[in-house]
C-alpha cells in the first residue's frame, strides 16, 4: 500500500520560490506515477504536474515555465519546486498516486488517482 506525506508548505511573498516535498513508500518505480494537485477555498481540485518513470511529466499550463516536478529515487521523495510564485497559486498542495497508464493521467485528473497525502498550505502574498 503506497503512502504519502507532504511537507515544506509555508508563507511566501509574490514573485519567491518554495519547494514542496512528499516522501512515498511503498512506492514501485515504473507502476506508480506521481502527481502534484492543489484545491483553494472555494474552488475544485485541480492538477498542478504528473511524472512516471522519473523521466516523463506533464504540467498544468499555469505551471509550465514556473514549477518543475522531480523524484529523488535514492530516497522515494517526490519535489515540487514553485518559482515566481502568484497571490493565486495560494492553496493546499497533495501529493498523489497511481496504478493507471499515462495515458489516463496524462489530463491530471484527480479522479485518476486513488492515493493521496494530507496536503501542505501554501500562501502567496502581494
Known amino acids: 500500500q503506497i503512502q504519502l506525506a507532504e511537507s515544506g508548505g509555508g508563507s511566501v511573498q509574490a514573485g519567491g520560490s518554495l519547494r514542496l516535498s512528499c516522501e512515498v513508500s511503498?512506492?514501485?518505480?515504473?507502476?506508480?506515477?506521481l502527481a502534484w494537485f492543489r484545491q483553494a477555498p472555494g474552488k475544485e481540485r485541480e492538477g498542478v504536474a504528473a511524472?512516471?518513470?522519473?523521466?516523463?511529466?506533464t504540467y498544468a499550463s499555469y505551471a509550465k515555465g514556473r514549477f518543475t516536478i522531480s523524484l529523488d529515487s535514492t530516497n522515494n521523495t517526490l519535489y515540487l519546486q514553485m518559482n515566481d510564485l502568484k497571490p493565486e497559486d495560494t492553496a493546499m498542495y497533495y501529493c498523489?498516486?497511481?496504478?493507471?497508464?499515462?495515458?489516463?493521467?496524462?489530463?491530471?485528473?484527480?479522479?485518476?488517482?486513488?492515493?493521496w497525502g494530507q496536503g501542505t498550505q501554501v500562501s502567496v502574498s502581494s
Open positions: 511503498g512506492y514501485v518505480p515504473n507502476s506508480h506515477k
Open positions: 511524472l512516471a518513470r522519473n523521466d516523463i511529466t
Open positions: 498523489a498516486a497511481s496504478l493507471k497508464g499515462w495515458y489516463y493521467l496524462v489530463n491530471l485528473r484527480s479522479t485518476e488517482f486513488p492515493y
